[in-house]
Each structure stands twice: as C-alpha cells, then as structure tokens.
C-alpha cells in the first residue's frame, strides 16, 4: 500500500460508519416465458393486476423485500437492505416459480445489481444557495424540491443534498462505488469550504 493510499481508506472507514445502505435493486432473468396467473394462485402474498402493472409482486418476510416478476422471466427485487438479501429474495423467488412446473438451471442465473441507494449524514449543515453555484453538474430549484442534485460521473452516481448535511446518493452497482463516490463528496466539499 502506498503512503498516498492510507489516507483514503482511513476515510473509508470512518465512512462506512455513516453510510445507511437504504434500497438495493438486484435483478435476474429465468430466460423462460411465466404465467402470471398461475403464479399468483401458487405464491402467497402476490398481487397481480395486469391493467395497473404488468407484472407480478410478491412479498417476502424473510428477507422483508418485494419481486416483480414479468411474464418474460425477468425478476427484480426492491427494497433488499443489502446485496446477499437481494440475492437471497431472488434465489427464494426462483425456487418458489418452479413450483407451476418451469424448468431450468437456478445455479446459471446471473444476479445483477442494478442500483444502491444509501444515506449519508456529513454531519454538518450545508449552505446549498453556495454550493448550487461552486459546483459544476449541480441543480437546486428549492421552490420545487429542498434537496441540491448534484452528479459525479466516476462512479456514475447523483447525490441529493440537504441543509441538514444529509446525502442520498443513488445510482451506484457496488458498495465500493458508493464508498469512492461519498470519499470524492466528501473531498470536493472540503475543498469548498462547504
């Protein structure tokens, strides 16, 4: 590890203290045709309303998370508080489906994680009237939402801001993503003088 390196993961873990993983959005695909309306008389906890939403949702408890599942074999799962209980919901979801007789491999299926929303409190206020115009890719309209919008492009993530010092940052596929792009918020706001 070079010298220049240990500050940053120094500021990793004070940031991980910080970080609240909020919503992990994971997907998978069974590559197989699903009917829904069978699905929903196998599946406990399921609402399938194809004139609302064209596809299935189905509740878990165990992790506490919901699956949409699509009549084409693509399967998402929302609101998972971590990636293994995403792709645990989806492992449980793909089992359950085999029940109305589907067949194919579950040990093939690719688990891609599609987002990860996290929370972050800086731990001091902001003054977002300054910072709306100190930095570049950044939007405030406070009469319409009272949160800065700011994107950073490597990690591709946006950042919602808040007086309060609270941050949602949305947008990265790891944890690791998330913790650069908190480490380079945390950087650029320290070079403001935010």
């Not at 693509?74 to 029940?99: E, F, M, Q």
């Not at 930095?135 to 919602?160: H, M, T, W």
Request: glycine content about 4%; proline content about 4%; charged content about 25%.
């Amino acid at each position: 590890m070079t010298r220049s390196a240990r500050p940053v993961a120094g500021v990793f873990f004070k940031m991980a203290e910080k970080i609240k993983v909020e919503n992990v959005v994971a997907s998978t695909d069974i590559k197989k045709i699903i009917s829904l309306d069978k699905l929903l008389n196998v599946l406990e906890s399921s609402e399938y309303e194809p004139e609302q939403f064209p596809g299935l949702v189905y509740r878990l408890d165990e992790p506490r998370v919901a699956t949409l599942i699509f009549r084409s074999g693509k399967i998402i799962c929302v609101g998972a508080r971590s990636t293994s209980a995403a792709k645990l919901a989806l492992k449980k979801t793909v089992k359950n489906i085999k029940k109305i007789g589907i067949r194919f491999n579950e040990n093939n299926l690719k688990v891609k994680i599609e987002n990860i929303v996290v929370a972050v409190n800086l731990g001091r206020d902001l003054n977002l009237d300054q910072l709306a115009f100190q930095l570049e890719n950044s939007e405030y309209e406070p009469e319409q939402f009272p949160g800065l919008v700011y994107r950073i492009y490597d990690p591709k993530v946006a950042f919602l801001l808040f007086s309060s010092g609270r941050v949602v940052c949305a947008g990265a596929k790891s944890l690791d993503a998330v913790k650069k792009a908190v480490a380079k918020l945390e950087a650029t706001l320290k070079s403001l003088k935010a």
